[in-house]
């Protein structure tokens, strides 16, 4: 219906938006295998898989995987029963109460990662809990179950409410009525909140640099390595994480597409 | 309450209140009065405490307001973070808008999913790049000299100029994604129907489009505004010496001046900001805080 | 097994909205009993009171003469069927079946032979293995009701569960519930809009409107001596005249309205004087020899006439007026009437009731 004009400035505009979006991870990749000491595409030096075994020596990448590992699932053993069980109470409560708790849940998602950083570090040091790797993974999940409970909400309120109506008539308790008909139901969306959790908590820097006290995260450890010292071997790191988070969002976006169907 | 109940039984419902307590309550709501109660106290020797000088005091907040260097960087961020928005919008709006009238489905499933990918990656990383890509002599300044644009290479990182172009980059999706769903509502023949009146391109965006995606806009705008004011990462990377971001000074206080009471007022202060712009934005687009969530 | 109900002045609430108004009723033990009326009658209401999963604001329902009060639906006796029958998508029909079964801990072996066998008696022994979306309508309905069944309930609860299927199948499953009911000799509780359904199925119905009991009695009874304008206008067809009741005898009244004076039978509480609706149904409104014969007669100019097969609606009446309708047999003369021909109705005073006015059923 545009006119064609229009069409071709259109296509022009999106192919520079879509080199404006890739051209970076390109320049990110392309750099891990340049055989410079500093970082870039130019001048080129050569190939090299050098930075790559540097990585892979390196036990202070290590460990900070471990630590990011740890928390990530933390917080996915923290976050997902919470934004569930929060999710499931805001679903059967109506009026101003409803639109309280909803704002206060929603809230964290606005607030600066460095504020739920820093509140989280004053609140627990007041009450004589140092910093460390756990208050990280407290302040994360302040915000990661809002995520979850928003996406245990979507699916909720498209869940017939006769089913647990059904259930309990035929005899099962509560509880039985959420193991066996509820959770089933919430199955994929609980699977899919838990890998976004961990992703979000694995990403997170701004909330973990104020709470980390001494320990080193993946992020932590690429901004330190940036600010300091920056060597290729932070470009094949990031290769590393392209490939792993590429695969990820292909995955969830097929899984996606399957399960919006159901 | 007793609609929970009978849903749900006593068991669950306790479960249920109790986790929705102890977010909100020990991870949310208390943290936050706890930080501003702690931006009245004064920094204090551990002797000290609990003596008369271990008084709630304003003192925090007068010091910053007095920091005319400090004040200039929080204007600095206010006014950076506003144009990295304005900026996020403007390149967002083509791309929203093909993806909601023009794009057939295919071509809005791959474009969507090439618009997660690079937002999937760490904030840190794509950052990252774009200091690579803007170096002195990195490879922007390489192709455009090679291609004759340019005779010698250009300082691209100066001033706020790399943290705004980074900060545009790493918050476009914030922008593309609640533009693109407004849009998306819009009804196909409103759009015939101005054209059929002989509309002008550029009227039909200003007064039938644009109007209605103002709730989308008004999302996007939220999400990169608060985003942008509140990231450490893109102007520790990609910020010119000298030019420093609220929360670098933020992070100072903190790991650098050990004095936390005042780190707190100045965070006090970035929250407060991003809490007005939040409530203006809402109140002048009239949305709500069940469109910002989706 | 089967047990009986005992509605105490039940009355239920919602804000100011009162759904259901004092209503007392007792449905006997092995009863096929149903609440009929139009949507929002209180009907659902009070089907979800006895099942649990509402309280009554004020009244006591007792299962059994057990008093229901904060029993939660999961202890009650009873099983419901659903209107969208809420069959667990997830689970292959005998787990279905069997779910009742599993969550009062009975083992697997056990409850997968005990769903067989409820699925050979509602004739779906081969699909006990198949997802409930692989099923057609009329087998999910089976479905739903062995599951029910599974638990052995006293009373079974219906909640117009044939209204999604086609005519046919729907006229089927009357049969085939009617047949459960009969073997099984639980209670059945059973609601609908459908007259048709609640008249051929039910021992006893109840008529509601607006929260509000209209009447309770066997089928012919809500056919032929309805007990109020409602009842009268909601179940089956009727010739509707006002008017006010100027003598009265015995059962017997005089009724002077527009189109005349008429002398009917009397219904519960209408006194000489009282502004009062008097009923005819259209197969008591004769044509012909019979009318000239009836006490009562009208005369109207023929309207129109509606073929229906093995009997003719006859409408008559002048324009701005609701047509008067008799209902005779097939009759080759009645079909070749023009529009405007002078016409004589009648019928005997007998088949004519007067009722005190009140509420009447829309169209």
Same mark, same amino acid.
């Given at each position: ?45 050569? !190939?090299?898989?050098? !930075? ?110 006769? #089913? ?15 193991? #066996?008909?509820?959770?089933?139901? #919430? ?31 993946? @992020? ?32 969830? @976006? ?9 | ?138 490879? #922007? ?65 200003? $007064? ?37 971001? &609220? @929360? ?47 | ?12 609430? *919602? ?16 009863? &096929? ?14 089907? $979800?009171?006895?099942? /649990? ?134 209670? *059945? ?46 179940? /089956? ?16 009244? $005089? ?9 009917? $039978? ?48 006859? *409408? ?23 529009? /405007? ?23």
């Amino acid at each position: 219906m545009e006119s064609r004009l229009t069409r071709i400035i259109v296509k022009i505009y999106l192919i520079v938006f879509l080199l404006y979006l890739f051209a970076p991870l390109f320049v990110m990749v392309i750099a891990a295998f340049n055989d410079s000491k500093f970082p870039t595409v130019m001048p080129w030096k050569g !190939w090299t898989t050098r !930075w790559f075994e540097d990585l892979w020596a390196d036990d202070r990448m290590w460990g900070a995987v471990g630590n990011s590992i740890l928390v990530g699932l933390a917080v996915v053993i923290i976050a997902v029963p919470i934004g569930t069980l929060a999710a499931l109470l805001l679903d059967s409560i109506r009026g101003r109460t409803r639109s309280f708790l909803y704002g206060l849940m929603v809230a964290p998602l606005l607030v600066p990662g460095i504020i739920i950083g820093i509140s989280t570090l004053i609140f627990w040091n007041r009450i004589g809990v140092p910093s460390g790797l756990h208050l990280s993974t407290v302040g994360q999940c302040s915000f990661i179950c809002s995520y979850v409970m928003l996406m245990v909400l979507a699916r909720l309120q498209r869940m017939d409410r006769s #089913l647990e109506e059904a259930a309990l008539d035929l005899g099962a308790t509560h509880l039985q009525t959420l193991r #066996l008909i509820v959770l089933p139901y #919430l199955r994929t969306a609980l699977l899919t909140a838990a890998v976004l959790a961990f992703f979000q908590s694995f990403e997170n820097f701004n909330t973990t640099l104020f709470t980390r006290g001494g320990a080193t995260t993946v @992020t932590i450890f690429i901004a330190s390595r940036i600010r300091t010292g920056v060597t290729p071997e932070v470009n094949a790191l990031g290769l590393v994480l392209i490939t792993i988070t590429v695969a990820a969002a292909v995955i969830y @976006t097929i899984r996606k597409k399957n399960t919006a169907a159901v | 309450m007793k609609a929970v109940l009978s849903r749900y039984g006593t068991t669950l419902t306790g479960m249920m209140v109790l986790a929705t307590f102890i977010w909100l309550a020990v991870m949310v709501v208390l943290p936050y009065l706890v930080m501003v109660e702690f931006s009245f106290r004064p920094n204090l020797l551990p002797a000290d405490l609990g003596t008369e000088k271990d008084h709630l005091t304003a003192d925090n907040y007068g010091t910053l307001f007095r920091n005319t260097i400090h004040i200039n960087v929080f204007i600095r961020t206010i006014w950076g973070s506003a144009l990295a928005t304005f900026l996020c919008l403007c390149v967002s709006y083509p791309v929203a808008y093909f993806l909601a009238k023009m794009a057939t489905a295919k071509q809005a499933a791959v474009l969507l999913l090439l618009l997660v990918i690079p937002f999937w990656i760490n904030e840190i990383l794509r950052t990252f790049a774009w200091f690579i890509i803007l170096a002195y002599n990195g490879p #922007l300044n390489g192709v455009l000299q090679m291609f004759g644009f340019i005779d010698k290479p250009i300082r691209w990182i100066y001033g706020s100029n790399g943290v705004i172009a980074g900060m545009v980059y790493a918050y476009i999706v914030f922008m593309v994604f609640p533009v693109y769903n407004a849009i998306e509502t819009l009804d196909r023949n409103q759009i015939e129907a101005a054209r059929d009146l002989g509309a002008s391109l550029w009227r039909i965006h200003a $007064r039938v489009v644009l109007p209605h995606a103002k709730p989308g806009i008004a999302v996007g705008c939220i999400m990169v505004f608060t985003a942008a004011a509140g990231s450490y990462i893109v102007p520790a990377i990609l910020g010119a010496p000298g030019t420093r971001w &609220f @929360t670098e000074i933020i992070y100072q206080w903190f790991f650098e001046g050990q004095n936390w009471q005042q780190g707190s007022a100045y965070a006090f202060l970035l929250l407060a900001l991003c809490i007005a712009f939040v409530m203006g934005m809402m109140r002048v687009f009239k949305v709500g805080l069940a469109d910002i969530a989706k | 097994m089967s047990q009986d109900i005992a509605l105490e002045t039940v009355t239920k609430k *919602f804000g100011d909205f009162t759904a259901v108004r004092e209503v007392a009723l007792n449905i006997r033990a092995g009863e &096929f009993f149903s609440f009929l009326g139009p949507s929002g009658c209180g009907k659902t209401t009070i089907l $979800r009171m006895i099942s /649990g999963f509402i309280e009554p604001t004020q009244g006591v329902i007792r299962i059994g003469g057990q008093d229901m009060r904060g029993i939660g639906p999961n202890k009650r006796p009873t099983a419901l069927i659903f209107q969208n029958l809420a069959l667990f998508p997830l689970m292959p029909v005998w787990q279905n079946v069997a779910f009742g079964l599993e969550v009062r801990g009975v083992a697997k072996a056990v409850r997968r032979k005990k769903a067989e066998e409820l699925l050979a008696t509602v004739e779906l022994a081969d699909s006990a293995g198949k997802m409930v979306s692989d099923l057609s309508g009329g087998q999910r309905q089976r479905v739903a009701i062995a599951r029910a069944l599974a638990v052995e309930p006293q009373v079974m609860l219906l909640d117009e569960p044939l209204s999604a299927l086609d005519l046919k199948l729907r006229q089927h499953m009357r049969a085939e519930l009617r047949r459960i009911q009969k073997r099984t000799g639980v209670t *059945f509780v059973y609601i609908t809009h459908d007259q048709g359904e609640a008249l051929t199925m039910s021992d006893r119905v109840a008529v509601m409107s607006q929260g509000v009991l209209q009447q309770v009695a066997v089928p012919m009874d809500i056919y032929n001596d309805p007990a109020t304008a409602f009842v009268a206008s909601f179940v /089956g067809e009727s010739n509707v005249f006002a008017g006010r009741v100027t003598e009265t005898e015995g059962g017997t009244g $005089r009724i002077e309205t527009e189109a005349g004076s008429f002398v009917a $039978r009397l219904g519960a509480g209408v006194s000489r004087g009282d502004q009062a609706l008097l009923f005819v149904r259209p197969e008591q409104m004769h044509l012909g020899a019979a009318a000239e014969a009836a006490l009562n007669r009208i005369h109207a100019p023929f309207s129109h006439a509606e073929f229906e097969g093995n009997f003719v609606n006859v *409408f008559c009446g002048t324009d701005g007026h609701k047509p008067l309708m008799s209902q005779t047999r097939s009759d080759p003369g009645v079909l070749a009437l023009t529009p /405007g021909a002078p016409m004589t109705l009648g019928f005997e005073s007998a088949d004519g009731v007067i009722l005190p006015a009140g509420e009447l059923a829309r169209e």
